[in-house]
Nanobody, 123 residues
């Protein structure tokens, strides 16, 4: 089993920044790819970004490319999502997720999920 705990969400004005963290425990973190998804009220959970186990490969949704950066620190068992130039449409619950051999946008391939952290961007 893998346990994931997100933190760093909050309320920010449009144009501001936040950094989300996702702490993992339970298995060898460095063997697993990590992803971030978000779910706005009344909408389906959507892919945001993902990173390979050794940080050699990342992927982003078009809506956040150039504004968000995913990274990881395997020594700390933690994945980060740096979010810059936030806009009201970025308001959502943000979830981290993990799986062993996939770092793409399809949420069905992610085996473990955190409980989410709320990000609210005011205009």
């Amino acid at each position: 089993q893998v346990a994931l705990v997100e933190s760093g969400g909050g309320l920010v004005q449009a144009g501001g920044s936040l950094r989300l963290s996702c702490a993992a425990s339970g298995r060898t973190f460095s063997n697993y790819a990590m992803g971030w998804f978000r779910q706005a009220s009344g909408k389906e959970r959507a892919f945001v970004a993902a990173i390979s186990p050794n940080s050699g490969s990342t992927s982003y949704s078009d809506s956040v490319k150039g504004r968000f950066t995913i990274s990881r620190d395997n020594a700390k068992n933690t994945t980060y999502l740096q979010m810059n130039s936030l806009q009201p449409e970025d308001t959502a619950v943000y979830y981290c997720a993990t799986t062993k051999t996939y770092w793409g946008p399809d949420k069905q391939y992610y085996a473990y999920w955190g409980q989410g952290t709320q990000v609210t961007v005011s205009s």
